[in-house]
Structure formats: structure tokens, C-alpha cells
């Protein structure tokens, strides 16, 4: 099984320019994750999903916009990058029980916006 | 505000010896405390995880011990290895209704052998 799949690895943008992260799961979970993680910052939740047509704020969420279309895929869009948008970026997921099982993490995405 | 706090400073030990690390959090009441390590370039992999009525859980080298009082966890890897070098973290599920983990920044371990 792959996992969490997170493309693309890696990516520069231009401030003002837009673009969708891709998060793609085959382990049937219900729960799906976006994170970011900054130097000294730790990882900050920026949206999620408890299922396929629903998504939530998480700490972070301005500048951001998700969907969950299909069960296995949870995409992050930034419209207008900024260069405070530069960070990883992963996805995650788990089951409904999450808290109590784990999550899986993707490898990331590294993001930087000139 | 709720705050989940590791320390910031790596921490250096000889290969063989117990490492122990810290996550303390407030304003939290947290049913579940998880714990992953993290390394460089990578997504973090979870490693275990202890509920609020245990008080210590062990798996292979690695315990951890919750005290709701102190609002501490403390990790533990004994007989540690150059191959346990990583960043751990810890993680809490939060009070606030919000499905999801809240992380701690990390501990970065290093084991010299």
C-alpha cells in the first residue's frame, strides 16, 4: 500500500500566483489532514475533513481553500500565494478514531513563494 | 490559551543510554497524548500513543508515561541507538471540539556512538 501520496514534492511560486496540493489516500480513512510546518513552529492545522464532501478551519486556515470531492483525495489550493505561505506542507489521515489509533503522514510538500 | 511545550534544545546522549523527553501542555484536558518521530525530509510516523486513565504504556524500547496532574508526558527510548536519532513529537487531541491533533515543536534527539 502506498499510503498518503502528496504531490508535488516540491514547487516554487511567484507571490500572486495560485496552485492545488494534491493529498491521495487508499487506506479507506475518513479523516483527512492538512498541515503546515514552520522552523520552531511545529506543525499547525490548517483545514481537515471528516468526510468526503465536508471541511473545517483548522488554527491556520486563512489564505487557503480545500475540497474533498472523493473519499481518498483532500486537495489544498492557494489562490493568491504570499511569501509567508513558504513552509512543508503535509497531509494526513486516519480513521474516524484518529485520536485513539494515529495518523499517516505523507512525505510533503515543500513549498516556497518568491 | 492552550500550549503544548517540548523543549527546544537537542538533546545530546551517549548510544546505549535511556533518552527521556518532555512534552508538558496547559489548558488542555486531553482524552489521548500521542507521540511520532519525525526525520529530516520526511512526514512524521507515528509511534504510540497513551490514553488519560494509563498511566505508563511500553512498546519494544520505548515507554511513555502520562500524568494528568503535572499535565507531563514523558518519552522514554532505553538501550538508545545512532539509528533512534530523529525529532520527536507529541501531540494532543484538543478540548475545543475541533477533530484533530495539535502537535508540540519537537525535541531533536541525538545519539552519538
Known amino acids: 500500500n502506498a499510503g498518503v501520496t502528496q504531490t508535488p514534492k516540491f514547487r516554487v511560486l511567484k507571490t500572486g500566483q495560485s496552485m492545488t496540493l494534491l493529498c491521495a489516500q487508499d487506506?479507506?480513512?475518513?479523516?483527512m489532514y492538512w498541515y503546515r510546518q514552520d522552523p520552531g513552529m511545529g506543525l499547525r492545522l490548517i483545514h481537515y475533513?471528516?468526510?468526503?464532501?465536508?471541511?473545517a478551519k483548522g488554527e491556520v486556515p486563512d489564505g487557503y481553500n480545500v475540497s474533498r470531492l472523493k473519499k481518498q483525495n483532500f486537495l489544498l489550493g492557494l489562490e493568491s500565494a504570499a511569501p509567508s505561505q513558504t513552509s512543508v506542507y503535509f497531509c494526513?489521515?486516519?480513521?474516524?478514531?484518529?485520536?485513539?489509533?494515529?495518523?499517516?503522514f505523507g512525505s510533503g510538500t515543500r513549498l516556497t513563494v518568491v | 490559551s492552550q500550549k503544548i511545550e517540548q523543549n527546544s534544545e537537542a538533546l545530546n546522549i551517549q548510544e546505549g543510554k535511556t533518552a527521556t523527553l518532555t512534552c508538558n501542555y496547559t489548558?488542555?484536558?486531553?482524552?489521548?497524548l500521542q507521540w511520532y518521530r519525525q526525520d529530516p525530509g520526511r512526514g512524521p510516523v507515528f509511534l504510540l500513543l497513551?490514553?488519560?486513565?494509563?498511566k505508563e504504556k511500553r512498546k519494544e524500547r520505548l515507554k511513555v508515561t502520562f500524568d494528568t496532574t503535572l499535565k507531563q508526558s514523558l518519552f522514554h527510548i532505553t538501550a538508545s541507538q545512532p539509528a533512534d536519532s530523529a525529532t520527536y513529537l507529541c501531540?494532543?487531541?484538543?478540548?475545543?471540539?475541533?477533530?484533530?491533533?495539535?502537535f508540540g515543536s519537537g525535541t531533536r534527539l541525538q545519539v552519538q556512538p
Open positions: 487506506m479507506n480513512h475518513e479523516y
Open positions: 475533513s471528516v468526510g468526503e464532501g465536508t471541511t
Open positions: 489548558n488542555y484536558s486531553p482524552a489521548y
Open positions: 497513551i490514553r488519560e486513565n494509563e
Open positions: 494526513a489521515s486516519s480513521t474516524s478514531q484518529g485520536r485513539a489509533y494515529g495518523y499517516t
Open positions: 501531540a494532543l487531541d484538543e478540548d475545543t471540539g475541533r477533530r484533530a491533533l495539535t
